[in-house]
């Protein structure tokens, strides 16, 4: 994940907001650029008002440091307003147990399930096929009611952490080079957070004893408000030394000092409970050393106290151990203040990436406004394919609209210019028609003038050489007797029953023409009894069927030759009629 070159932290305590910039550097680190606190109201009685109290705080301090609206923030949530719980489940795989960790978070968290902001993280690898798994939850509408502070405080929502996890990832950045179990004992405002840390494992407790129950405390001692307790804390309060060490002259620091001892003494109990459970439920080693934070133990005497009570090495936990500080002035604010930086210091780590513990409790509405972003330069990616479409869309129809209105032009020149030659054309045309209507009948009677001799030729030609003569030729119109005289005259002969070519017999055609010839003969038979005689008219019939004066495809036998003589035996040549129609009438006058 690409890291932020500018990183904004935000720390929500019960009683103090810290709002931090950082940089990252070339190392892959952080640098801390600017820090700054503002105090909430330390009466719990003014819980009420605590989202507008955070909304103010939080516009104070982005105002100090200079930032603009809507920037990215990361901050974490106070323990106390959050449920966490540490269970070990059954599985082979992590895949195993992210199958069943819904069921178990409905099981373990003390609310309804859709009531909810939870998430979870997988802690280290298993032992003997069980695994240490952190629950993290809390009310969705409290969650609500912070991230639109947030907002309206000027900053938009990126990782929503908890104060523990947010110390452990900030611990395992600044001491990974310790071995053994550590103990970060947080003391905060309202509740102390222990944290164990031991390798790649992390186990939390919180316990409802801080600095406002010394605070709490002392006002009760002195019959005031919490707020003058408070104040009477951080001005005259100490962890009395007991024992042989001299009490204080001033009889308030004296008073105080015993009440801030006798609280740090029941804190210690639970302390020493809370290592025994982590021992002996968790199976963990007892702590070999003990970092303090928080905003409590800057309280005089403190270490010396868990010193003698905790019997282990003690220091202030330095969440800026690994991380540079950008001005002498920063420096300068975060010397007195490096304990109570850890929150800040885990957050910003988070937005680096590559975090121990990554919780996440994102509220619908900031879920669906990351989802949005993240899916933002997709949609601005579709939109301008969209636009780029419509925009190559609109290019082509004018484009084409263009080429389609040139070669309409073009086409309307080409029709213009060939409109013009097929008038003149049409003009030759009907000159050539003329023409030719007058020359035609000039065609037609030079053509015709050879039609006889050509008949009359291929008659010769295809006749057979012996046994066949031609006795008469008989023109036919319409299947009638043509006389050169003019009329149509009537004989017994058989083409009174033969039909014209191309119409039925009697049927108009038009102007008298030649369109048949009727062929009279004998044929000869010898013997005269020679049966197979009449064989000669076959032959001239299909001498015939090939001439191309003469059309016979398709006709019959029958019908081309409709007298055949068959000899008796008493004569020596037998008559014939064959009738001819001719592929090209012949136009009479």
């Not at 001819?580 to 006058?589: C, G, T």
Request: hydrophobic share 40%; with cysteine; charged share 20%.
């Amino acid at each position: 994940m690409a890291s932020p070159n500018r990183i904004f932290a935000l720390n929500l305590g019960m009683q103090t907001v810290t709002l931090a910039e950082f940089h990252t550097n070339p190392s892959g680190g952080v640098t801390l650029h600017a820090c700054q606190q503002e105090e909430l109201i330390v009466d719990p009685a003014a819980d009420l008002t605590r989202p507008a109290q955070i909304e103010a705080a939080v516009a104070n301090l982005r105002k100090a440091l200079g930032i603009s609206a809507k920037e990215k923030i990361h901050f974490a949530l106070p323990s106390q307003a959050v449920f966490t719980r540490f269970v070990k489940l059954p599985g082979g795989s992590p895949e195993d147990v992210e199958s069943i960790i819904g069921f178990e978070a409905q099981q373990n968290v003390p609310f309804p399930i859709d009531e909810v902001v939870w998430d979870h993280q997988i802690m280290g690898e298993s032992k003997d096929n069980n695994w240490n798994v952190v629950l993290v939850a809390i009310k969705a509408d409290q969650l609500g009611d912070i991230n639109t502070s947030i907002n309206k405080g000027g900053f938009r929502s990126a990782t929503i952490d908890v104060a523990p996890m947010a110390l452990y990832n900030a611990f395992r950045y600044n001491y990974s080079d310790l071995t053994g179990c550590s103990l970060l004992v947080d003391i905060g405002a309202r509740t102390t957070n222990l944290i164990f840390v031991e390798g790649d494992r992390v186990f939390s407790r919180s316990i409802p004893v801080g600095g406002n129950t010394i605070s709490a405390a002392v006002a009760k001692e002195f019959k005031q408000d919490v707020t003058v307790g408070e104040k009477l804390k951080l001005e005259k309060g100490f962890v009395g030394l007991g024992g042989a060490y001299a009490e204080p002259e001033d009889p308030t620091e004296m008073r105080i000092s015993k009440i801030v001892r006798n609280t740090m003494t029941r804190l210690h109990a639970d302390i020493a409970r809370s290592i025994s459970f982590y021992r002996q439920n968790q199976g963990g080693s007892a702590p070999v050393r003990t970092f303090l934070c928080g905003g409590t133990v800057g309280l005089p005497y403190m270490v010396e106290f868990f010193s003698e009570k905790l019997q282990t090495p003690i220091e202030y936990f330095n969440p800026l151990r690994n991380v540079t500080v950008n001005s002498q002035t920063v420096a300068d604010f975060a010397s007195t203040r490096a304990h109570a930086l850890g929150e800040v210091v885990g957050c910003a780590l988070r937005a680096i990436g590559n975090c121990p513990v990554e919780i996440n409790l994102r509220p619908q509405s900031v879920v669906r406004e990351q989802d949005l972003a993240r899916r933002k330069p997709f949609l601005v990616l579709a939109s301008l394919c969209i636009i780029a479409s419509l925009g190559a869309w609109w290019y082509f129809v004018n484009r084409s609209a263009d080429i389609t209105q040139e070669q309409l032009d073009s086409v309307t020149a080409e029709s213009s210019r060939l409109e013009q030659v097929a008038n003149q054309f049409a003009a030759v045309d009907a000159e050539n028609k003329a023409l030719q209507e007058t020359a035609a009948p000039l065609i037609l009677t030079v053509a015709e003038r050879a039609t006889w001799a050509n008949i009359v030729d291929e008659l010769a030609t295809r006749l057979p050489a012996y046994n066949i003569w031609v006795t008469n030729l008989q023109p036919l119109s319409q299947g009638k007797p043509y006389s050169f005289g003019g009329t149509k005259t009537t004989a017994s002969a058989p083409a009174a029953s033969a039909p014209a070519p191309g119409g039925k017999p009697g049927a108009d055609a038009g102007p008298p023409k030649i369109d048949a010839l009727q062929i009279n003969g004998l044929f000869l038979a010898n013997p005269p009894d020679r049966l197979d005689a009449p064989k000669v008219i076959d032959e001239f019939v299909k001498q015939l069927k090939e001439s191309p004066a003469f059309n016979l495809e398709g006709k019959k036998d029958t019908d081309i030759v409709p007298q055949r003589t068959t000899p008796d035996g008493r004569s020596w040549a037998y008559p014939y009629t064959i009738i001819l129609p001719l592929r090209n009438p012949i136009a009479l006058p």
